[in-house]
C-alpha cells in the first residue's frame, strides 16, 4: 500500500510525495482487557489469554511474551515457537500486586513474522485484602487466638455454641468510600457478618463475626465495590471451620477437698484423626492435671483433676491434632467445685412414722435416722451441733448423747468428731415422732479451735509462731445441707389377723387416721407372696373415703403379714409407711382338679367328668363332704364322698352331664364339710365349682357309604343355640 502525502501554500502548494507502507500480519487477543483479583492460590488468582496470528507464518518465528511492570504481573510461557500449522497460543497471566500493566509480544524469525512488536492487552490488577485479628471465643471459657493463624491463608474456626472473629483490611488506600461482601458459599455452617465499609483514604481493619450454626467447613469470597475497589476479589480466600462439640460427662465435677477426681469428656461426633487434649484450671492455684496433657482416644478424654485449694473455678480443655482432624483446635470448659472439707450427710429427707419399726400401732413413737460422716480425717476434735425448728414435731437426739446415760439436754444436740477416732467415723442424729404430723428442719454448726503448737509463750498466731497451723476443720466448712425431717400421719385396720381359704380371697379394711389433703395412693406387698398376694394399690381421693377394701389372695398353707407404702397426700402421707398391717392365716385346704370345669355330652366318656378332690394335709379326723348341684337338670354329681384320718387320699366327684346348659349360667356345684370340731379341717371351707354342661351335635346318619367319585351329604346341627360362634 502507498500513503500519500501532499502539502497546500506557501512555497509547497501543491506538492505531493507518495510513501510506500508494508502492513505485517500481528496477533488477536480474545480478551483485550483482563482483570486480575488477588487470592491465596495461583491456580485460581490468574487469568488465560489466547493470541491468534492474524495469518499463518510462512517460517517458523520466535515469539517473546512480557509483561510491562512485572510488580503487577507476570506471565508464563515467556517465550513460544510458531509456524504453519501452530498459530495460536495461550498466555496465563498471574496477579502479583495491584497496578496495571500492559502484555506485550515480539516475533523474530524468518517470513512474514519477522521484527513484529507490539502490544495489545491491558492488564488490571485489583486492590487486595488483608486478614487478621482472629479470636476465638469458647462457652464460658476465654477468648484466644490458635497457634498456626497463616493470614494469606486464613482458617477460621468457631466453636460450637459460640462466635468467632476476624478482620479485613484493605491494602492499598481506597479512593473513595468502598464496601466489602462477605458471601459464604453454602448456608447452614456458619454465620458472618455481611459487609464492612472503608472510608476513603482509611486502611483501618473492621471486624466481622462469625457464629457457630453447625460442625462443617464453608469458604467465604470477599467482594468489593466502590472506589478503586470495584471488582476486586477473593474468591473462596477464608475458611471457616465450624468445630464439633465436646461435651462434659457432668455439668460440674465436684471434687472434695484434697481428693483426686476423675472427669470424662465425649466427642458429639466420631473422631477423626489422633488428637491430644491440654487440660488446664483457669485458676491454676485451685489445682492440677495428672498429668496436664491426655490423648482423645475413640472419641473420649478422660483426665484426672487434683484438689490443692477450695473454690469455684473452671477447666479449660484444648484439643489439637493434624490440621485434618475435625477436633484440631476444639475447645470446651468443665465448670468444677472444689470442695473445703465438710460432712457427707446420708439423707438431706428423714421420713418418720408414727409409731415405731413401721408398726400399726404400739407405745413407742416412730424413729427416723441419719448420718454425718466427715470426708478428711479429722486432726482435732470437731463438733457438730444438730439445731432443730420445732420439738413438737420431732425431737432430735445426737449419738453421743444417746449413748452416755448421764448426758445433758445441751449435750444430747451434738456428736464430737474426734481426731483419735479411724475414719471414716460417722454419727448419727435420731429423730422421734412426737405424736403431731408436719415437718421439721435440722441444720447443723461446726465450732472448732485452731491447732496451736504447744510450745509455751508461743502466741496464738502465724505471724509471731512459726510452727502455727490450722486445723482442717476450722475456718470456712463445706456447708452442710439441712435435713428435713417428715412426722407421717398413720393407719387403722378393722382386723389384724385373717383366715383365707385355700384357693380363696379375703379382704381387710383399711382406714387413714388423718384427712390427706391431696390424693393418696397407698402399695400394698407380701411379706411372702408365696404363701398370701395382695393387691396392688388402693387410691384415697383428695375430700373422699378414708377407708378402703383390701383383697389378699391365698397361694399356699401357711402364714404372712401385709405391708404397705403410701404416695401423695403432702407430708400427711408422702413416704408413710406400715409394716405387718394385716397377719393373714392361708388354711390348708383342698387340691381340687379344677374349679371351672367343662362337662362333654354323651356319648364323650358317656357323659360323664370327674372332679378330683383331695387335702392338702393328713386329717386328724375322719371327714365327709357332701355334694349339691345347683341345677340337677343340667348336672348330677355324686352326693358324698369321706375321707379316712390318716395321709391325704383322693376322692372322685362323677359329675353326669344331663343337659346342655349357656357359659353365662354355669352350674355351681357346693360343698358341706362334716368333720370332729377338734379336726384340722374343721374351719376348712371348699369353694364353688362351676360347671358348664356343653352342648353336643346330632348327624343325619351314623353311618355312611360313599362310593368312588362320588359323595354323601352328612348333615351337622348343634343339639342348642350356641351362645357363640362355634368353628
Sequence with gaps: ATVRVSASGGGYDGVAFDIPVTAKPGFVADRPNVPLYSCLSAPTCSAVVTLTADEAPT???????????????????????????????AVVISYVAPGSACLSFGATGRGNFDGIFAGGVDITALPDFKVGGFVMDVPNGPSSTPDGFVATAPIIYVQAGSTSVFTVAPTLLPSGPATVEIIPEVGGVATVTPRVTFEKHSLQPQTVTVTHLAPGDVHLTLRGSGANYEGAQWDRGVLVRALPSLVPDEAIVIIRYHFERNLTVRASTPQIGAVSCNISFLDPGLGELLPPTVPMEDGVVFATALHVNPGFTRMLFSCYGDPSSNYHNTQVVQVAQLNFPGFDVSSTVVHVQRWLNSALS?????????????????????????????????????????LNPSATAEQLKYNTYRSSEPKPNSKYFRATHQGSVGTTTVTFGSPVSPKWPTASGCAQSAATCPGYSEAIYFGVVQPLLPVTVIAHAGFLVAQVSINLQRLNTEVFTLTLDSVPDSDVTVYFTSADESIATVQESVVFPRNGAITRNVTVFNVQPGTTTINCRSEGGGILYDGAEANGLVTVNCLKGFGLSGIYIRAQAFPTDGGVTNLTIAPDDALTHAMTVDVTSSDTAQITATPQISFPAGPSVERNVSLQHIQSGTLNSPVLLSFVITTDPASNYFFVVLPQVRVVPLGTFSLSASSVRVQKGLFVDVVVAPNVVPDQDAT
Design 362 to 402: 404400739g407405745s413407742a413413737r416412730g424413729q427416723g435416722f441419719f448420718t454425718l460422716t466427715p470426708n478428711e480425717q479429722t486432726d482435732s476434735d470437731v463438733r457438730v451441733n444438730a439445731d432443730n425448728t420445732n420439738d413438737a414435731i420431732a425431737v432430735i437426739e445426737s449419738q453421743d448423747g444417746i
Design 59 to 89: 517460517l517458523p518465528v520466535s515469539v517473546t511474551i512480557s509483561s510491562s511492570d512485572t510488580g503487577v504481573a507476570v506471565v508464563s510461557p515467556t517465550s513460544i515457537t510458531l509456524n504453519q500449522t501452530v498459530s495460536s497460543f
